[in-house]
């Protein structure tokens, strides 16, 4: 299990639970429980939670599947620097929004969930993970052809005099049995 | 569509039979707790949401009843083997049984949704009758509980008016096991996210245990008997219609109409999920024995790319091409196993696995038989279990398509078809193959290579060199490669892999491909396999539904995708 990047289940645990705990305080908002501020208060905590944990952070190895339409929210959450990037930070904001929601039936089952979520981010952040932002990648346009350009009209430089009179071992080893150039395949010239 | 249609008309039975049934049951149940006369006094202070957490509970014994059937690969695998009558339709949907694993738990987490909502209802119901002191029938029947000479006739389970709903959960059977069951579920559903499982499959194959704390929980649910109904007796002496309106004279002695009695629901969870416990149970035993049964291996050959090939031997297996077996190495991870295509045929007197380094496990056994210990690590096999592959020789003609290491499964059918050339065999129905190979980088050809190598010399020396068209295709190919295979370009082998037959470069391009086997075949049942990423399956499932004639004598192509 050495290669585990727990951060990575406990991005798909928090948001589970934000979901959980949304949906609890509709009820109990809804239905107006006994004490259903406290569902009121989970709403908002859940869409918190919601929208910090969409984006997915950067696996250190591989390649990393986004969410749909995840950069959008990786902007603003890159903003907020050291506060999003260190687990340690976001284990202690887990587990201290889950304790409100933890007085009311319909959301403990959010308070239970976001907790776990919270302690499998805090074992991620004792093993150094860190939240890296997935960057798109520039569009680099490959230049077809950018380097082909015109034909040289000029040959190339005749090397200085003294070179030209006592060529090296390679160059007559490398050059042709005398005559001009053979092409191993039969080139033709495709001048448009 | 229509093609689709005709290739998985048995799938969509069935899902729509499954689908069928939840609905019916949910309707069923539904109807029966907001209707029934015995629930008359309950719904008072529940209203509707009594019936829509019975129902929701209804359909939840039976989806955690069937989602432990999939999952038992050796009942399966049985199944399979017996109908190996049937035609190939028949036995499809048995392939299919982790997608339908799948749809069982999101229903499973529908339902829960829906049940967990109407007991939250059901509780705050229940609290505020209690504490309401209007003198309604609803704070009537609450206060039932207070005369003990009636004994155990409660309604109301919120026994005064300062107990918290939050206490009456935690302090319920029925509350804390249900808490701990959904907390089991939701961490099984979301470490089983394709993201975890595909990256991190140990983590998901761990955390899904918890089902046994699930069922277990599933099975105590009901013991409380917090779900009460008006007893037979009572309605016989005070039925609700007759009653319910006179709730304040009930007390008095002269009234006909006396205090209603109330009994629990028995649990009924445990009479759905025993068969499907016990079945598992036995599957795990099963699995259990076969892999005490001592693998001997023969051979360990490292091929280039961190390919390892163990070759095996245990008595009494027997496998099919293209089957699977799972492998479990104790001395690495006791309590793994993980799933490997077989690459040899059957004809063949051991039984072998090609491995790649892709993850923790992977890697490590990889790393142990390097080092070559002496004793060689102990290797724990369960299987063979089928597949898909085993269909390849019923068709006349078989197109087979297998990307990077999903060439596995193709390896074994190629060596069958050796050996069944070699001893003449007359039950090769297969007249025709085209194998398709795409491949990222060429150190991983090494140790298919040989394998095509002798294929080639066999096929001249019987002379049917046509009985194997098969084409390789290079897809991380770079300017340099491509201007080697330019400058080699009238070598009779491929500089690449040795080949006769010459190594292309980029994808295929499928719609030529298909069109050319439809016109070579014009009447012919074309089979095609593919071992391979899903948007290859895509456009290959396009490509056969766009090329079979709507004619069914003329040419068919059936697309069969192997997944793990």
């Known amino acids: 299990m050495g290669q585990i990047e727990w951060a990575m289940w406990a991005n798909e645990q928090a948001l589970a639970s934000g979901l959980i705990l949304i949906t609890g305080g509709i009820v109990a908002t809804a239905g107006r429980f006994t004490q259903w501020y406290f569902g009121a208060y989970s709403i908002a905590a859940g869409v918190l939670i919601c929208l910090l944990e969409y984006p997915r952070g950067k696996r250190k190895k591989g390649s990393t599947m986004e969410r749909c339409g995840q950069k959008y929210l990786t902007t603003v959450v890159k903003l907020f620097g050291p506060l999003t990037r260190n687990y340690y930070v976001r284990a202690v904001l887990h587990f201290l929004l889950s304790v409100p929601a933890g007085f009311l039936l319909a959301t403990i089952l959010g308070t239970v969930c976001l907790v776990i979520a919270s302690v499998i981010y805090l074992l991620a952040a004792i093993r150094g993970e860190q939240w890296t932002p997935i960057e798109p990648k520039p569009k680099e346009r490959p230049q077809v052809g950018g380097t082909i350009k015109q034909p040289p009209t000029n040959p190339p430089a005749r090397p200085p005099v003294e070179v030209r009179k006592k060529p090296s071992v390679d160059e007559e080893e490398a050059a042709s049995a005398g005559g001009p150039q053979v092409n191993p395949i039969p080139v033709t010239d495709e001048v448009v | ?564």
């Open chain 2, 1 to 564: 569509m229509g093609n689709w249609l005709a290739n998985h008309w048995l799938s969509v039975l069935f899902l729509v039979s499954w689908l069928g049934l939840n609905i019916f049951m949910f309707v069923y149940a539904f109807l029966k707790y907001e209707t029934s006369e015995k629930y008359y006094y309950t719904r008072e202070i529940l209203g509707t949401a009594l019936a829509f957490a019975r129902a929701s509970a209804f359909c939840l014994n039976f989806n955690s009843m069937m989602i432990l059937i999939p999952v038992c690969r050796n009942l399966l695998s049985f199944l399979r083997g017996t109908c190996s009558f049937c035609n190939r339709t028949l036995r499809k949907p048995l392939d299919h049984n982790l997608i339908f694993h799948k749809l069982v738990a999101y229903m499973i987490c529908i339902f829960t949704a829906i049940h967990v909502i109407a007991h939250l209802f059901n509780f705050e119901r229940y609290s505020r009758s209690h504490q309401a002191m209007d003198g309604s029938l609803a704070s009537v029947l609450s206060s039932l509980s207070h005369h003990e000479k009636e004994g155990d006739s409660w309604l109301n389970p919120i026994q005064s008016p300062n107990t918290t709903v939050l206490y009456a959960t935690f302090t319920s059977v029925a509350g804390l096991t249900g808490v701990i069951a959904t907390t089991a579920l939701v961490l099984m559903v979301t470490s089983a996210m394709e993201f975890i499982r595909r990256n991190y499959f140990e983590l998901f194959w761990y955390t899904h245990h918890l089902f046994i704390v699930y069922i277990i929980c599933l099975g105590i649910h009901g013991l409380g008997g917090i779900v009460r109904g008006q007893t037979e007796k009572s309605m016989g002496e005070s039925h609700p219609y007759n009653c319910s309106s006179s709730f304040l004279e009930w007390d008095k002695h002269e009234w006909s109409c006396t205090r209603p009695h109330f009994v629990g629901h028995p649990p009924e969870s445990w009479k759905w999920i025993l068969a499907p416990i016990t079945l598992y149970i036995f599957e795990r035993m099963l699995r259990f024995y076969r892999s005490q049964q001592k693998v001997v291996i023969t051979k360990v050959v490292l091929h280039p790319s961190k390919v390892l090939e163990l070759q095996m031997r245990k008595r009494g297996f027997s496998m099919e091409v293209g089957q699977y077996i799972f492998v479990n190495c104790p001395s690495i991870s006791f309590l793994e196993w993980h799933p490997f295509t077989l690459t040899s045929a059957p004809e063949e007197e051991f039984f072998s696995i090609h491995i790649r380094a892709a993850g923790d496990w992977t890697d490590n056994l990889i790393r142990t038989f390097e080092q070559q210990h002496s004793p060689m690590p102990r290797i724990e096999v369960d299987g063979p279990f089928g597949t898909v592959s085993e269909d390849v020789f019923q068709y006349e003609v078989a197109v087979l398509v297998g990307a990077g290491i999903g060439v596995t499964p193709f390896a074994s059918i190629l060596k069958s078809i050796w050996y069944k050339f070699q001893r003449a065999d007359n039950k090769l129905k297969t007249q025709k193959i085209y194998f398709y190979w795409i491949c990222r980088e060429t150190g991983a050809f090494a140790w298919f290579n040989n394998l095509l190598n002798s294929l080639e010399q066999e096929m001249e020396a019987l002379g049917k060199m046509d009985f194997l068209n098969y084409r390789l295709f290079l897809t991380g190919w770079d300017s340099n490669i491509a201007g080697h295979a330019a400058l080699n370009f009238d070598k009779a082998t491929d500089i690449l892999t040795g080949l006769k037959q010459k190594t292309s470069f980029g994808r295929p391009m499928w719609d030529n491909e298909f069109s050319r086997i439809a016109a070579a075949h014009p009447k012919s049942v074309v089979g095609v396999f593919l071992c391979g990423p899903r948007s290859l399956a895509k456009s290959l499932r396009k490509c056969c539904q766009r090329y079979s004639s709507l004619d069914p004598r003329k040419v068919q192509f059936y697309f069969n995708k192997e997944t793990f």
